[in-house]
């Protein structure tokens, strides 16, 4: 039986764009749609954090909740997601918290009451969205498990965990899965695991974190799908038998073109041989004028043979490449 997957990543639902004039891009509802009507049909999407900007933007203090609560209410990717005739299963992610507990989730990580009561509070609206933080979902008969929020690598912003919490919240499940469950299971995490498509914004050090990497490393899920790392949207690597994809939209952060467009993976899977059949982008077009432009294009990087991302014609060396060069050449200068 092959089972289709939508996964994706940073939907950054009320964050304001500013393009370049001339310039029109898809809006995340006419993709979060399109992909819902598409035929066949997926079997299920993973949404892995940043899923939205409102409690970022707007929750300034405790009265600005029920502010929040009428602008998740209204907003019209979660209605379309939650009127979908297949599951959502998503994490949350380090946007995905009240303002005013951002200083609070850094010093304490539980200190984020509203934010939890605002998180429960969407699951009982939008009941299709299923959170799987240390919590197993299934889509069909592939096991879901996920952590929330993003860590501590580096001075983080929004409510992140540390470390150890991730392994003791992580490891539960993957134990009382039976060997056949471990070989089907999917990791859904916002943050990347160390060393896997986890540069950061400059792409000159690893940002990732050591214990999914430790989790991978042991247990070899089926797939790793993570986002946060913008700067390595829309690549794949393997660890082992794991297929890691990172399915945030693809740009840097640091400049903000994140928000020039969505992309997402989909993904068939063979539920009986536990295996990856293929991985395919879906990547938005944009408009300049009356010319339309992928956002992206996949070609041949020219450094490492992988075929890669390139937001632009003019580069010939992907990503990883580049990051992998810049980190070489910051330690031969240290």
Not at 241 to 247: A, G, K, P, Q, Y
């Amino acid at each position: 039986m092959t089972i289709k997957l939508i996964a994706l990543s940073d939907l950054h639902q009320g964050n304001p764009i500013s393009l370049p004039s001339g310039t029109k891009i898809i809006s995340q509802e006419d993709l979060i749609q399109n992909i819902i009507d598409r035929n066949p049909k997926p079997d299920g999407i993973l949404i892995a954090g940043d899923n939205q900007d409102y409690m970022w933007i707007e929750g300034t203090n405790s009265k600005s909740i029920s502010e929040v609560k009428k602008l998740l209410k209204k907003d019209p990717v979660f209605n379309a997601l939650n009127k979908a005739s297949f599951p959502v299963v998503f994490v949350w992610g380090n946007t995905d918290i009240l303002d005013f507990e951002k200083e609070g989730a850094l010093q304490k990580y539980d200190n984020t009451p509203y934010t939890d009561e605002l998180r429960t509070w969407f699951s009982d609206e939008f009941t299709n969205l299923h959170n799987c933080h240390i919590n197993t979902k299934y889509i069909d008969n592939l096991p879901i498990i996920g952590y929330d929020d993003a860590n501590k690598t580096i001075d983080p912003s929004g409510k992140c965990w540390e470390e150890p919490q991730l392994l003791e919240g992580l490891l539960k499940p993957i134990k009382d899965f039976d060997t056949s469950q471990r070989k089907k299971a999917i990791i859904l995490t916002h943050t990347a695991p160390r060393g896997i498509l986890d540069f950061s914004s400059l792409g000159d050090k690893h940002i990732g974190s050591f214990f999914l990497r430790e989790i991978i490393d042991d247990y070899q899920p089926l797939l790793s799908v993570f986002g946060h790392i913008h700067y390595c949207g829309g690549y794949s690597e393997f660890i082992g038998r794991t297929l890691c994809l990172n399915v945030s939209s693809f740009g840097l952060a640091v400049s903000h073109d994140i928000l020039f467009g969505q992309s997402a993976f989909e993904i068939e899977i063979d539920e009986e041989e536990d295996k990856v059949l293929s991985t395919k982008m879906i990547v938005s077009n944009y408009h300049y004028g009356k010319k339309q432009r992928a956002f992206v294009e996949y070609r041949q990087c020219q450094a490492c043979g992988r075929y890669s991302p390139f937001a632009r014609r003019q580069f010939k060396i992907c990503r990883i490449c580049l990051a992998s060069r810049r980190m070489e050449n910051k330690h031969t200068h240290t």
